[in-house]
């Protein structure tokens, strides 16, 4: 159950920081700083995606999910040697604890960079042909997305009082991987309440989030202290921004990866979001940065692969839907 208190997610404006003023730049570097060392969740406002491209980005997601099943199965997700495309509903499960949830009721569509077809996850896209721009207006905003992850990357490094380009490589290496997954949550039927979920509990994988929601809702965070979810509000064109269970380790738990889940529409409403996942370069080693270190502390975790990672990540959440992952 959502508990009856709002735990607030805070809402940082990045505005001025972007125009390079100092004082806001301090600002933000803190208040981004408490943010990831308390639930690893905040909402950015004052960014640099236009609202336009957003609008245009969902109009196209619109129109895609609502094709005839055949027509998305054209570019079904078990067609691609890397796991780009189209998936349907129940193709994953994220909540791998949970065995009386449903497999996650949203269909999704994944973009990656397109790469030669090799290690895991790298290859090329598949585009559907409907809507005729649906290929442009995803990579206009994927590379609008990437690059405000890029400037949140630096706000990251500052935040943990290191170089500001700390991250720079990780995110921005053309073999890097990132991930910008679009769903579409159909409201859920009234007789499957409760045990349905649009995305079951889980926490990310990667290093950084940004999400995208439209204004339906259903989004939800849980209060670690209190063990209970409280819903993560709405704010049209503003980013989600959440801390993965890499970033997490990286910053040996200083910055927290919290699980969250989404909550199927049950006012019979379609919700549709867009995630976009920083996993880096897959044969980085992810070792405690120095400064998550305290004297005489040691590092909690073992040095750990980013291929490692990700394809145990990948795999489990696959498997628990019975989805064969190649
Ligand atoms: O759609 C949402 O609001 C959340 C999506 C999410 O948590 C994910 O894709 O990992
Ligand atoms: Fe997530």
Redesign the pocket.
Known sequence: MVAPVAVAVPVIDISGYLAGDAQAKDRVVGEFRNACEDQGFLQVVGHSVPADLQSRHLACLAEFFALPAEEKEKVAQSKSKCHRGYEHIGGQKLDELDEDVTADQKESFSVRRDRPLGRFLQGPNQWPENPPQFKEVYTEYYDSVHELSMKLFRVMALSLGLNEKYFDDFGSDPDGLCLC?S?HYPPTPPDTAGRTRG?GA?T?FGAM?L?L?DVVGG?EVLHKRTGTWHAVVPIEGAYVVNIGDLMQRWTNNRYRSTM?R?ISPSNGKDRY?C?FFNEGVLDRMIECIPTCLRPGDEPLYEPLKVEDHLIKRYRQSYWAAGTELE
């Open positions: 997954r769903h995305i889980h990310d989030t999400l929601q989004l969250h989404v979001s995630a």
